[in-house]
């Protein structure tokens, strides 16, 4: 979810050449530059288009604050956007733990500042965490991050940058769950972290949930018991002008959030970066879930 | 396989948060093949107690017995293979089928394969699976019931001798969990696996226990106590 300065202004540069709005009677989707959010994109644009609605897709936008732009001028009707995101940072405030109140949070705020709906939100939650081997797991009896915090000082642990140092990685474990002084901490690469895991160079990892490596690799997300991260559960964002003119879109995507599980978001993940095509993912998902 | 004895002697631990959840003074007698449920409020260190006996909290003081043997003189590692660890909220692997999942802490200890596919198929019928139709499944094409009992067969696949369960069924709903409490209470008495089950839920207590063992502010509570009396009265 990182994006680069240089990938902003490109970008940027490309939403400038979008046409102000959709073709006639059209709705746009839109989605920002990673996997996951051009795959929800994908499965929100075919279920609109199975029930009848005619389609334009404007995916792989940007960062939060373009797919913003780009809704507030009429640009894309639709994407999925995520609570925390849209939280702390859209809405700049302090992170709310409970997912319901989360998401009431948000949904009231856009309507009433930014004329726009959040659909029915997905069980999906895109949050920080830890994950671990399964052989790991069975060797120290780990399920949740409570199992963790007294042991954490005998393994060690691959992380990316920031994590040891943002109140919201290392040191918030630390002040809700207590212990969590791991025998040594290396940063690495975003790309690279699974690796050290598998390669046996460290014990635990930090990880998004539906990253698709833990899928593949058949690793175990221990459980945030203590609920010390935001949720990030995704819904479908659209804009309240193109819902009066086009109702159908609230109860087709209200039919598909239910079934975007973290399960189904990292199989679906694992697929595209393994080189399939979003659209492909996207449909088989559609007809697994019909 | 008949189950341990657990026994836990004037047991003192804490959780690296400091004082939550504490335990102390800790006595606890467990036979071979009992079935104890420990209750009382969040906070009142029953979670603490069961992370005590697969030492992934350190005793300050006192002593543990798996079977008459000091735990502190056992390898943790080789230990916590004889114990079952089942918790709420902890998923099946997605990218194997519901065989591959029961039969993964197996094929971890390197049974071989034949070994591995006879428990499997006894797992399943244990929890009421039927393996022809279940063993290849995907974890996403089963219902929450269904994939709470293969987590149950999961955690009963290498033969524990002890299990240890926290909450299992708490994110199920009533009607499920009427019915998977039911099959619990059956399948453990026929393997004779001892078990220390933790939970909030007085009713769920009731139906699984042997012996019911009230905590409340990291101690163990007398059965006659008032806070004991006054938690089995609402019925």
Known sequence: ?290 | MSGASIRLTDVRARYPNAGEAAIDGISLDVHPGEFVVLVGPSGCGKSTLLRTVNRLVPLEHGRIELDGVDTATLDPVAMRRSIGYAIQAVGLFTHMSVAENVGVVPSLLHWDRPRIDARVDEMLELVRLDPARYRRRRPSELSGGEAQRVGVARALAAEPRALLMDEPFGALDSIVRRTLQRELHDIVRATQTTTLFVTHDIREAQRLADRIVVMRSGRIESPQSDFSRELFSDE
């Open chain 1, 1 to 290: 979810m990182i994006c680069t300065r240089r990938r902003a202004i490109a970008a940027i540069a490309s939403l400038v050449t979008l046409p102000s709005c959709a073709p006639s009677g059209a709705v746009a989707v839109g989605s920002k530059n990673f996997t996951e959010s051009i795959v929800i994109a994908e499965i929100y644009a075919q279920a609109l288009e199975r029930a009848g609605l005619k389609i334009v897709r404007r995916l792989n936008l940007g960062s939060t604050q373009i797919t913003m732009a780009a809704m507030s001028r009429g640009q894309i009707d639709v994407y999925p956007e995520y609570t925390g995101t849209a939280l702390l940072a859209v809405l700049h405030h302090a992170p709310i733990r409970n997912g319901s109140a989360s998401y009431a949070y948000v949904r009231n705020a856009f309507a009433r500042d930014y004329g726009i709906v959040w659909l029915d939100r997905s069980p999906m939650n895109n949050s920080q965490a830890l994950a671990t081997t399964l052989a790991i797991a069975e060797r120290y009896h780990l399920r949740t991050l409570s199992d963790l915090a007294p042991i954490a000082s005998r393994l060690r642990l691959a992380t990316i940058p920031e994590f040891t140092t943002r109140p919201d990685g290392l040191p918030a474990l630390q002040r809700i769950y207590g212990g969590f002084h791991f025998a040594s901490i290396r940063i690495y690469d975003i790309a690279l972290k699974y690796d050290a895991l598998l390669s046996g160079d460290a014990d635990i990892a930090t990880a998004f949930t539906t990253d698709g490596t833990i899928a593949t690799k058949h690793l175990v997300v221990l459980a945030d018991d203590k609920h010390a991260w935001p949720i990030y559960n995704v819904a479908p964002l659209v804009r309240a002008q193109t819902l009066r003119r086009e109702p159908r879109i609230a109860p087709v995507l209200n039919a598909v959030s239910p079934k975007i599980t973290d399960d189904a978001a990292r199989r679906m993940n694992a697929q595209v970066e393994a080189g399939s095509d979003p659209a492909d993912v996207a449909a088989a998902f559609l007809k697994g879930t019909a």
